[in-house]
């Protein structure tokens, strides 16, 4: 194809002869002439350096399942201080094409079966499991007691003892133990978090909330043997949400699930459930969550003087955050969207916890967190299966 070319400029390093018509170095200048170009070598007087991390922690990637490899393995591009440097899976064929990919060596593939000899691997700082549900008290218990820290996925396990015994291994360990609530690092709904503390909207009086999804067969979601089911699944987000905004652990809950005789995905768990917890303070959360349904992932903090809504809330990305505050009463009043800067949450979350080994401070998403969820899972179960109210113990 053939290219033209501008000749090249030969004019002054400040200045442009661009104007139409008029010739190099005439005399009258024209005020595009005049327009300097070119900034001058002029310094900040304050310069503001981002420094490099000392160090990035190593990763071992436990699982790689869709999300571990949709989401989480491309989010390390966007990590300040998380790297991956090792995998652990059951298919070593695609552990090496994921190793190569991400420049992991091949000595670094481990199996579950020789997954305890990461105690030998000194560029092992955190293990991330991204098991199945099931699965995740046994590894994480393994990889504590080979002195890495845990990142775990939520749930953090499938039941209340085992959620225990989990943190009692990272006490042991003197290791941290996170489980991975990646909305903890989400720049709206932290903004969300912190208006509700303050009570920007006035007091809160209930919590609307959905989490709905299509899941098709197979899939460790529709399997009770590895621990899936919606409300542990995707239930979990309004459940941590409720907590978030409300900032009080619920007393008690009524839940009804629903099992269709017609679709063998739901044989095992249900297929949707609605559930109501009720608070101290008297707020009242409602939530419902499906596997059934198109997908729809929103909640809503219903306070006397406003709302605060976000919808999407729960997505990976696309999230939408709005209010509306009643000002002197006027109901009309408009209602203000709020655009921060979204960011990866899951570079996010892995570089917060990295931020909490490298300051020896407090997890954001700790080990108590995944156990009080679980407790609400549990008496969610234990309320639909008996069709009563159940009250919960904190
Ligand atoms: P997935 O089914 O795609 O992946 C599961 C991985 O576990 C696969 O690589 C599979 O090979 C492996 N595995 C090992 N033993 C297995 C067994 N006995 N049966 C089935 N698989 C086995 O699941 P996923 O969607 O990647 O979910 C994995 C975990 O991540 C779950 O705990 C889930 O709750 C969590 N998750 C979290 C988020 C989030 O936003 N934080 C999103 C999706 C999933």
């Not at 869709?66 to 090792?86: D, I």
């Not at 007393?251 to 995905?265: E, K, L, Y």
């Amino acid at each position: 194809m053939k290219t033209t070319r501008q000749p090249p400029f030969t004019g002054s390093a400040t200045t442009l002869p661009t104007t139409a018509g008029t010739a190099v170095g005439s005399s009258e200048k024209t005020e595009s002439q005049e327009t300097v170009l070119a900034p001058p070598d002029e310094q900040p007087q304050v310069l503001k350096i981002e420094e490099a991390p000392a160090r990035q922690l190593g990763f071992a990637i436990v699982g790689l399942g869709k999300l571990a490899l949709e989401e989480v393995m491309p989010a390390f591009g966007e990590c300040k201080l998380a790297k991956p440097v090792a995998l652990v899976s059951g298919h070593r064929e695609k552990a090496v094409k994921v190793a190569h990919a991400h420049h992991i060596p091949e000595s670094s593939i481990y199996n579950y079966e020789n997954f305890d000899r990461i105690a030998d691997d000194p560029s092992i700082d955190v293990v991330y499991i991204i098991l199945p549900n099931s699965m995740h008290a046994e590894f994480t218990i393994r990889a504590l007691k080979a002195g890495k820290h845990v990142l775990c996925e939520k749930p953090m396990a499938v039941s209340v003892e085992e959620g225990q015994s989990m943190a009692r291994a990272g006490r042991e360990a003197g290791k941290k133990l996170g489980i991975a609530y990646r909305l903890h690092y989400e720049p709206l709904n932290m903004q969300v978090m912190k208006w509700c503390r303050e009570k920007k909207f006035g007091k809160i009086k209930s919590f609307v909330s959905s989490n709905c999804q299509i899941v098709e067969a197979p899939n460790i979601r529709l399997s009770r043997e590895l621990g899936g089911g919606p409300v542990s699944d995707t239930g979990i987000y309004s459940i941590n949400a409720a907590r978030y905004c409300i900032g009080e652990e619920p007393i008690a809950v009524t839940a009804v699930a629903c099992f269709p005789d017609d679709d063998p995905r739901f044989r095992e768990v249900p297929e949707s459930v609605s559930f109501i917890l009720t608070y101290p303070s008297g707020v009242i959360a409602t939530c419902d969550t499906s596997f059934g349904t198109i997908e729809g992932r929103r909640y809503r903090v219903q306070c006397d003087n406003g709302y605060i809504e976000m919808d999407p809330s729960f997505s990976y990305r696309g999230l939408k955050l709005k209010t509306k505050a009643l000002l002197e009463g006027d109901e009309s009043s408009e209602v203000s969207e709020i655009n921060l800067r979204q960011k990866n949450h899951f570079a996010e979350q892995m570089d917060g916890f990295c931020k909490a080994i490298i300051n020896d401070t407090e997890v954001v998403t700790p080990a108590s967190m995944g156990i009080a969820d679980l407790r609400i899972i549990a008496a969610i179960r234990e309320s639909y299966e008996s069709g009563k109210p159940v009250k919960i113990d904190s």
